[in-house]
């Protein structure tokens, strides 16, 4: 599981992020701006490694501004990344002002959400 983290850290870090530490379960800590950042990867029970980024901030929840930066930085910028909405029995919150975002390390197992629409 290393590794597949390890993968997705940018080689050169932007300003005024920094590393705090690495835990037990393999996840990376990073802070900017009072936004903390968490890394964990895993193979799922679907045989696919996902990699999790978690985005929290202390008294708000991200903006969609700080969502994407978190996402091209760390997931990539060439990369989908899935913001889920699971059914409420299975709603799990253990920080108030946290959003999640998923990215298959395997596959891209969404679709095509462009088509009909126009894109950036």
């Not at 193979?43 to 696919?48: A, F, S, V």
């Not at 253990?94 to 894109?119: A, M, N, Q």
Request: proline share 8%.
């Amino acid at each position: 599981m290393e590794a597949w983290i390890e993968e997705r850290i940018p080689r050169i870090m932007p300003p005024n992020w920094r590393r705090l530490e690495t835990s037990e379960d393999g996840a990376k800590w990073f802070e900017h701006s009072g936004m903390t950042v968490i890394l964990s990867a895993d193979t799922e029970l679907d045989g696919r490694r996902w990699l999790h980024v978690s985005v929290a901030r202390a008294t708000r929840l991200p903006s969609w501004d700080e969502l994407r930066i978190v996402k091209d930085l760390f997931v990539g910028p060439d990369c989908k990344a899935i913001q889920v909405l699971p059914k409420r029995s299975e709603y799990v919150n253990i920080h108030p002002y946290v959003l999640h975002l998923w990215h298959c390390l395997d596959e891209d197992p969404l679709p095509d959400f462009t088509r009909g629409g126009s894109t950036l």
